[in-house]
């Protein structure tokens, strides 16, 4: 009994070296060699600059710096990407001047979505961005105009889909929620 136990304490580490040879054999994975699977050639590229006119701050737009979300999923209303789970979706973060490159895209058609910090609502590009494998579409001219019915007079928190502004104590030991545990019956 005591010498099956040390056989077994041995035994893992020496299927675990099986199934790594197998992994080394296998490598490259058949589905690289797919026809389904799009090498980069198949693929194409969406290029361009995020602005936001945010007309309370400045009369002119402004890069939209690290906008944290840009991207392109299947056409849809503003704010659609959350919930679609059926197509590709493609993002990317913009560098502080609103430049964003997002690569190697399955070709389709999509719209692209985005938002912004402290900024609300969501941003979409108002026509539909078609890509071609092997293409790169540079987008020009996007401004996000959030709507407003005027200047904000109150606001709890920044609208940056954090609660990183917002306080939160260590709960006190009195008031935690402790899970019922049955006693064990023997």
């Given at each position: 009994?005591?010498?099956?136990?040390?056989?077994?304490?041995?035994?893992?580490?020496?299927?675990?070296?099986?199934?790594l040879?197998?992994?080394?054999?296998?490598?490259?994975?058949?589905?690289?060699?797919s026809?389904?699977?799009l090498?980069?050639?198949?693929?194409?590229?969406?290029t361009?600059?995020l602005?936001?006119h945010n007309?309370?701050?400045s009369?002119?737009?402004?890069?939209?710096?690290?906008?944290?979300?840009v991207?392109?999923?299947p056409?849809?209303?503003?704010?659609?990407?959350?919930?679609?789970?059926?197509?590709?979706q493609?993002?990317?973060?913009?560098?502080?001047?609103g430049?964003?490159?997002?690569k190697?895209?399955?070709?389709?058609?999509?719209?692209?979505?985005?938002?912004?910090?402290?900024?609300?609502?969501?941003?979409?590009?108002a026509?539909?961005?078609?890509?071609?494998?092997?293409?790169?579409?540079?987008?020009?001219n996007?401004?996000?105009?959030?709507?407003?019915?005027?200047?904000?007079f109150?606001?709890?928190?920044?609208?940056?889909?954090?609660?990183?502004?917002?306080?939160?104590?260590?709960?006190n030991p009195?008031?935690?929620?402790h899970?019922?545990?049955?006693?064990?019956?023997?």
């Amino acid at each position: 009994m005591k010498n099956q136990r040390a056989r077994r304490a041995i035994k893992p580490p020496e299927r675990h070296q099986d199934y790594l040879q197998k992994e080394e054999a296998d490598w490259p994975y058949n589905f690289l060699n797919s026809i389904e699977y799009l090498k980069s050639d198949q693929r194409g590229s969406i290029t361009g600059q995020l602005l936001v006119h945010n007309w309370l701050v400045s009369e002119q737009p402004m890069p939209a710096g690290s906008a944290y979300v840009v991207g392109l999923a299947p056409p849809g209303v503003a704010g659609s990407w959350k919930i679609e789970n059926k197509g590709y979706q493609f993002w990317t973060q913009t560098d502080e001047e609103g430049n964003f490159e997002i690569k190697n895209v399955i070709s389709g058609t999509y719209n692209l979505f985005g938002w912004v910090p402290g900024v609300v609502g969501d941003f979409k590009h108002a026509s539909d961005i078609t890509i071609n494998p092997g293409s790169s579409v540079k987008i020009v001219n996007l401004v996000f105009d959030p709507r407003r019915n005027g200047p904000t007079f109150w606001e709890i928190g920044i609208p940056d889909r954090t609660a990183a502004e917002f306080f939160i104590p260590d709960p006190n030991p009195k008031f935690k929620l402790h899970p019922y545990k049955l006693p064990i019956q023997k």
